[in-house]
């Protein structure tokens, strides 16, 4: 639990706690792509929405960067596009947040959790008759205890 809660206060904190530093390199790569990502979407978003303003108020003060490019239905699906995608991005880099909290608190419980040597896995193939009389191939895990 305390892994989970330094990895909200500061993301990557909790992966140093379970001495897993090898993963923060990954959690911060993913905050700075989507942090990335997202400012360019909200620029395009206002630069295509100033410009389906200046359409649209015949006001010469409004600025438009792309004047005479696009058609004002075109501007503003654009806008309403780029704005939709912003706020997807934003939704899923706060499900990357929760993920990255949720993964230092199941890797510090794992920590902890022993194994037993009696455990055994084995990969063989499998062969196996299907209802039409046709063979199907394929790998069977078989697990003792």
Same mark, same amino acid.
């Given at each position: 639990?305390?892994?989970? #809660?330094?990895?909200?206060i %500061? $993301?990557?904190?909790? +992966? *140093?706690y379970? =001495?897993?530093?090898?993963?923060?390199p990954?959690?911060y790569?993913?905050?700075?792509?989507?942090? !990335?990502?997202i400012?360019?979407?909200?620029? @395009?978003? !206002?630069?295509? &929405?100033n410009?389906?303003?200046?359409?649209t108020?015949? &006001?010469? /003060?409004? /600025?438009?960067? *792309?004047q005479? +490019?696009f058609?004002?239905?075109?501007? =503003?699906q654009?806008? /309403?596009?780029? =704005?939709? /995608? &912003?706020d997807?991005?934003? @939704?899923l #880099?706060? #499900?990357?947040?929760?993920?990255?909290i949720?993964?230092a608190? *199941?890797?510090? !419980? @794992? &920590?902890?959790?022993?194994?037993?040597?009696s455990? %055994?896995? +084995?990969? +063989? $193939?499998?062969?196996?008759?299907?209802? %039409?009389?046709? !063979?199907?191939i394929?790998?069977? %895990? =078989?697990i003792?205890?």
């Amino acid at each position: 639990m305390k892994s989970a #809660m330094l990895s909200a206060i %500061l $993301p990557g904190l909790g +992966q *140093i706690y379970n =001495k897993e530093a090898f993963k923060v390199p990954f959690v911060y790569a993913g905050f700075m792509g989507f942090a !990335h990502f997202i400012n360019e979407n909200n620029k @395009l978003y !206002h630069t295509f &929405r100033n410009a389906y303003l200046a359409t649209t108020d015949n &006001r010469s /003060d409004t /600025d438009n960067k *792309i004047q005479g +490019q696009f058609s004002s239905s075109a501007l =503003k699906q654009e806008a /309403d596009n780029l =704005k939709r /995608d &912003r706020d997807y991005l934003v @939704l899923l #880099m706060t #499900m990357f947040y929760l993920t990255n909290i949720a993964e230092a608190y *199941i890797s510090g !419980h @794992l &920590r902890e959790f022993k194994i037993n040597d009696s455990i %055994l896995a +084995q990969l +063989q $193939p499998s062969f196996q008759s299907t209802s %039409l009389s046709s !063979h199907v191939i394929g790998i069977s %895990l =078989k697990i003792h205890f």
